[in-house]
């Protein structure tokens, strides 16, 4: 294929998806990562389309959303090796919710193996796939149905949410950064995940790499709400990536990267905590590092949880 083929199929692959990442365009293309990047390069110099980590994107900065026939097939194996990992942070007889997306309907389809799950979700995809689940509780939201990801939005999905507790909340979204946190298109659906936020003890993000650095209109959950990140591996030049994950590590997520390890393939899925900042490293001693470290989380912990209750108070 000539490179001018090579790019406009790159650039119609981009505005019929908002943003796709290299992996997928070298995929379609049948060719290296090293060439798609050197064809980004050149459609982003004539500004047709933007950079991002690991990607590209609508020009403009802002990426608007897809639709989720695009979204699904979109960086498939990142999305299962994610949801292989978020499930097990999932423990048998919780009480969780789990919001829409394609990253959120492929864990649901992990946790109906949990028993004595019940799952909040406005997601109809999330619901079917735990429909036929024998020990699994679904409880959907009300609210209006948004055609563009099956999702229940509006005042009787936030209304359902009221005074509703959960241990967790797993989320996804459009874009996450360390600085404004995750973000997406829809402001029904950023309202919705706010309220899902608040109903929860603590808030597991699930965003694949392209999403990293990221940043879309309607905030939903800022960065110091943010308990865990679950993501895959970076490709081992993207530093920009490595940054976004570094700058999330300083202020206080904890990041769980899955990754193609061990013995078995696909079954060989492990996770790896990245480590910790520098700065919270440093220190003479071992022991009173660790301490130190105990502390700093539990003081994050604590501030944590009071900026939800003042959210719920709101």
Request: no cysteine; net charge neutral.
């Amino acid at each position: 294929m000539f490179a001018a083929e090579r790019r406009q199929l790159i650039l119609e692959m981009v505005r019929a998806n908002g943003a796709v990442s290299l992996r997928e365009l070298a995929r379609v293309v049948q060719t290296s990562e090293v060439t798609v990047r050197r064809d980004v390069r050149a459609l982003e110099a004539e500004g047709l389309l933007d950079r991002r980590h690991g990607g590209a994107v609508l020009p403009g900065g802002f990426t608007r959303e897809s639709g989720f026939p695009q979204k699904s097939h979109l960086a498939t194996a990142e999305k299962t090796a994610i949801a292989d990992l978020a499930a097990n942070f999932v423990e048998e007889g919780e009480a969780i919710v789990v919001g829409a997306g394609t990253t959120t309907q492929e864990l649901a389809r992990r946790l109906a193996r949990v028993p004595g799950l019940t799952v909040v979700t406005n997601s109809l995809l999330v619901a079917q796939a735990l429909a036929h689940a024998n020990r699994v509780e679904v409880v959907m939201t009300g609210g209006t149905l948004r055609g563009s990801n099956y999702a229940l939005v509006g005042s009787g999905a936030e209304q359902s949410l009221q005074g509703l507790r959960v241990s967790r909340a797993f989320l996804s979204g459009s874009g996450l950064s360390a600085e404004r946190g995750l973000s997406t298109s829809n402001m029904l659906s950023a309202s919705v995940d706010r309220a899902l936020v608040q109903a929860a003890a603590e808030v597991v993000v699930l965003a694949d790499h392209t999403k990293l650095g990221t940043d879309t209109m309607f905030q939903t959950v800022p960065t110091d709400l943010i308990t865990r990140l679950v993501t895959d591996e970076p490709a081992g030049h993207d530093d920009r990536a490595a940054t976004e994950l570094q700058a999330l590590a300083d202020q206080g997520v904890q990041i769980a990267v899955a990754g193609a390890g061990g013995e078995g393939g696909s079954a060989g899925r492990q996770r790896r905590e990245v480590p910790l900042p520098g700065p919270r490293r440093q220190g003479p001693g071992g022991l009173r590092t660790a301490v130190a470290l105990g502390a700093a989380e539990s003081a994050q912990g604590a501030e944590r949880a009071a900026r939800v209750a003042d959210l719920r108070r709101r």
